[in-house]
T-cell receptor
Framework: SQQGEEDPQALSIQEGENATMNCSYKTSINNLQWYRQNSGRGLVHLILIRSNEREKHSGRLRVTLDTSKKSSSLLITASRAADTASYFCATEGYNDYKLSFGAGTTVTVRA | GAGVSQSPSNKVTEKGKDVELRCDPISGHTALYWYRQSLGQGLEFLIYFQGNSAPDKSGLPSDRFSAERTGGSVSTLTIQRTQQEDSAVYLC???????????FGPGTRLTVL
């Protein structure tokens, strides 16, 4: 079963613009991980944020976590055509090690 | 270092045949996971191995599915008497330990005719 829900389902932006996508989940978590997937194959790990963290950065990526609202956001700044992909959030629950994935956000960056 | 590798990358089989999918985790990672991704079900957990502990098989959809991990490293997922609904991309991941980043392999695309 899927715990996370991403919003929006699809996003189309111009190169250079920022892209923001949100993830909501239902149960308490140990951590939340964001992944990128190109062409329906392997998942590329982007960022892991733990339940006691509120914000993390990695290059042009910024992730926030609000455990009171059970939500997270992924911001991609200064987008590039190469950022075109599907983005998934995945949650790991307390005393649970398996990831529960959302349905993903499809991001298209127009040149 | 090398990432997670999986083989074969693609597998086409006939309904009723058995298939074996292989996963080589990142060296030194104690945890190994199998997931599958299909159009109708999204990404779903199948099975988890951690060190010498008994595997968590709670995500396996039927008793036709089984997996083993030999020597705490390579894992094989076996699907017996394949059905068309087994068609999916099977993804393997490994992590240093529980609660750490899970790194995924490129997947095996299984097509059951």
């Amino acid at each position: 079963s899927q715990q996370g829900e991403e919003d929006p389902q699809a996003l189309s932006i111009q190169e250079g613009e920022n892209a923001t996508m949100n993830c909501s989940y239902k149960t308490s978590i140990n951590n939340l991980q964001w992944y990128r997937q190109n062409s329906g194959r392997g998942l590329v790990h982007l960022i892991l944020i733990r339940s006691n963290e509120r914000e993390k950065h990695s290059g042009r990526l910024r992730v926030t976590l609000d455990t009171s609202k059970k939500s997270s956001s992924l911001l991609i700044t200064a987008s590039r055509a190469a950022d075109t992909a599907s983005y998934f959030c995945a949650t790991e629950g307390y005393n649970d090690y398996k990831l529960s994935f959302g349905a993903g956000t499809t991001v298209t960056v127009r040149a | 270092g090398a990432g997670v590798s999986q083989s074969p990358s693609n597998k086409v089989t006939e309904k009723g045949k058995d298939v074996e999918l292989r996963c080589d985790p990142i060296s030194g990672h104690t945890a190994l996971y199998w997931y599958r991704q299909s159009l109708g079900q999204g990404l779903e957990f199948l099975i988890y191995f951690q060190g010498n502990s008994a595997p968590d098989k709670s995500g396996l959809p039927s008793d036709r599915f089984s997996a083993e991990r030999t020597g705490g490293s390579v894992s094989t997922l076996t699907i017996q008497r394949t059905q068309q609904e087994d068609s999916a991309v099977y993804l393997c991941a490994s992590s240093l330990g529980t609660g750490d980043e899970q790194f995924f392999g490129p997947g095996t695309r299984l097509t059951v005719l």
